[in-house]
């Protein structure tokens, strides 16, 4: 299985983006699919996740802009990112947790990564 995280990009503060996280390879199944980032000189953070059933989890710094879907068809979820600020620049990685482990905020429990896509948000 492989993820293939693309969309990202420079903005202006205020700002969209959505990013797209395609899975390709053998078919499978997953609970949770999720997208974490990370600054520079900081750690890897929870941003959204999609469950298997369509609940979507976002985190705190995110809610109300950002949303999450999932198109099973396409094996591809997206992160729509509205009202972008300059704290959002970072590397956007998609994750798949292929069973649970540990509910959607584990970073551990992802068992598959994309490369990650760069998004920078000027002032």
């Known amino acids: 299985v492989q993820l293939q995280a693309s969309g990202g990009g420079l903005v202006q503060a205020g700002g969209s983006l959505r990013l797209s996280c395609a899975a390709s390879?053998?078919?499978?199944?997953?609970?949770?699919m999720g997208w974490f980032r990370q600054a520079p000189g900081k750690e890897r953070e929870f941003v959204a996740a999609?469950?298997?059933?369509?609940?979507?989890y976002y985190g705190d710094d995110v809610k109300g802009r950002f949303n999450i879907s999932g198109d099973n068809a396409k094996n591809t979820v997206y992160l729509q990112m509205n009202s972008l600020k300059p704290e959002d620049t970072a590397v956007y990685y998609c994750?798949?947790?292929?069973?649970?482990?540990?509910?959607?905020?584990?970073?551990?429990?992802?068992?598959?990564w994309g490369q990650g896509t760069e998004v920078t948000v000027s002032s």
């Open positions: 390879g053998r078919t499978f199944s997953w609970y949770y």
């Open positions: 999609i469950s298997w059933r369509g609940s979507s």
């Open positions: 994750a798949a947790q292929t069973y649970y482990s540990g509910g959607y905020y584990n970073i551990h429990g992802y068992d598959y």
